[in-house]
T-cell receptor, first 113, second 110 residues
Framework: NAGVTQTPKFRVLKTGQSMTLLCAQDMNHEYMYWYRQDPGMGLRLIHYSVGEGTTAKGEVPDGYNVSRLKKQNFLLGLESAAPSQTSVYFC????????????FGNGTRLTVT | AQRVTQPEKLLSVFKGAPVELKCNYSYSGSPELFWYVQYSRQRLQLLLRHISRESIKGFTADLNKGETSFHLKKPFAQEEDSAMYYCALSGRAGANNLFFGTGTRLTVIP
């Protein structure tokens, strides 16, 4: 049982390049989330999804797009990467029940030069 | 707006000493509060939540609405408690997304 799997683990991009981060969960969770973690900032919610085919903006959505075409996958896209998007990105998932714990992936460390 | 404040970035205690990690929150509604922990080379995971009123690994946390606090406490720290601790608040209906504090790195000195 892998839980929440993020790919890739590391990536270096040049300014203006695009990329997609993949999150996959095998727990049949309805809810999925993308967070970014920056020094001194804690984790901040980028986008989230309450079910297949749905997405919603979080606290810091600008510069990112997401898609949830399949229940088990939640993709985070950067269309034109900027140095300000250098961060560690965490995916998480949870059951529908209120206050169900979030299950996190191991994170993706992205550097934009 | 929701806000979670963890005033201590770093906290060091000796093994066997009591430990308290502070968390204060700001939220106009009725908050649901959590502590998440990240041990070295492991993923972030739930430690405890206030609605369960449980003790996990010897840790407890009491919600004090008057002081808007949710401090994490353990009477006798162990070396394996060394980790990064995040306080988090859930205040939005319809999803379980959380607002996190900036975290406190706890080091237990042998």
């Amino acid at each position: 049982n892998a839980g929440v799997t993020q790919t890739p683990k590391f990536r270096v991009l040049k300014t203006g390049q695009s990329m997609t981060l993949l999150c996959a969960q095998d727990m049949n969770h309805e809810y999925m989330y993308w967070y970014r973690q920056d020094p001194g900032m804690g984790l901040r919610l980028i986008h989230y999804s309450v079910g297949e085919g749905t997405t919603a903006k979080g606290e810091v959505p600008d510069g990112y797009n997401v898609s949830r075409l399949k229940k088990q996958n939640f993709l985070l896209g950067l269309e034109s990467a900027a140095p300000s998007q250098t961060s560690v990105y965490f995916c998480a998932s949870s059951y529908v029940q209120i206050n169900s714990p979030l299950h996190f992936g191991n994170g993706t460390r992205l550097t934009v030069t | 707006a929701q806000r979670v404040t963890q005033p201590e970035k770093l906290l060091s205690v000796f093994k066997g000493a009591p430990v308290e990690l502070k968390c204060n929150y700001s939220y106009s509604g009725s908050p649901e509060l959590f502590w998440y922990v990240q041990y070295s080379r492991q993923r972030l995971q739930l430690l405890l939540r206030h609605i369960s009123r449980e003790s996990i690994k010897g840790f407890t946390a009491d919600l004090n609405k008057g002081e808007t606090s949710f401090h994490l406490k353990k009477p006798f720290a162990q070396e394996e408690d060394s980790a990064m601790y995040y306080c988090a608040l859930s205040g939005r209906a319809g999803a379980n997304n959380l607002f996190f504090g900036t975290g406190t790195r706890l080091t237990v000195i042998p």
